[in-house]
């Protein structure tokens, strides 16, 4: 039986991606969601984002502010600190690496398949 790992990989990455989602400026955590949902990552729930939030507010990487709004509730506006950058550069640098080896090592599975296509970015 072939079980659907992306929630397990997901889980590994979504702190790194969550720095990503806040290089082009600040945000709140519904709209973040929804950038990564966008970019093909699926569904992030509540549950699953806010706790990611809260760990890298907490780590220094991430600042937020609440604001009120007119309409509706207010929201928390989270942006990246100088860490967070520096963090994510890093980061991003290592997992880019790590999936490299994993495409190799894929890769030569496919071809001794017989399917001689390499795995492609």
Known sequence: MT???RASW????LDLL????LTAGENYGYEIAKDLAESGLGQIKGGTLYP???RLEEAGLVTAEFRVTERGPGRRYYRLTEQGRQTLAEQS??????DESVRAVLGRGEASRGGGEK???
């Open 3 to 5: 079980s659907d790992r």
């Open 10 to 13: 997901l889980k590994g990455v």
């Open 18 to 21: 969550v720095l990503a989602s």
């Open 52 to 54: 990611v939030l809260n």
């Open 93 to 98: 640098g290592l997992w880019l690496s790590f």
């Open 119 to 121: 795995v492609s970015r």
